[in-house]
């Protein structure tokens, strides 16, 4: 069984950075194509950032510059740095995973929350 844990969410002031962590569970995550969505209230969930198993990134333009995906596989985790946040990115953020042990099915970890506000 497959698993993925979010955490590093929270209240922070505009301009501010914070980072957040995914901890894929439960099988080999070299192979896996990890990604960060988020939700915003009233929103349809948006793709933000995407990171392959060779290591290559893709961002929305909205955090392009200012937002940062990299992955640690010894650690079996993906991170995104996100600095210079703005109110427009207070959403619910959520890891997302093609997991190679399983066939490249899809798994979703259950979000953690930012707030960006003064």
């Known amino acids: 069984q497959v698993q993925l844990v979010e955490s590093g969410g929270g209240l922070v002031q505009p301009g501010g950075s914070l980072r957040l962590s995914c901890v894929a569970s439960?099988?080999?995550?070299?192979?896996?194509?990890m990604n960060w969505y988020r939700q915003a209230p009233g929103k349809q969930r948006e793709l933000v950032a995407t990171?392959?198993?060779?290591?290559?990134?893709n961002y929305a333009d909205s955090v392009k510059g200012r937002f940062t995906i990299s992955r640690d596989n010894a650690k079996n985790t993906v991170y995104l740095q996100m600095n210079s946040l703005k109110s427009d990115d207070t959403a619910v953020y959520y890891c997302?995973?093609?997991?190679?042990?399983?066939?490249?099915?899809?798994?979703w970890g259950q979000g953690t929350l930012v707030t960006v506000s003064s």
């Open positions: 439960g099988s080999d995550f070299s192979g896996n194509h």
């Open positions: 997302n995973g093609f997991i190679a042990a399983l066939g490249y099915l899809e798994r």
């Open positions: 990171i392959t198993s060779d290591g290559s990134t």
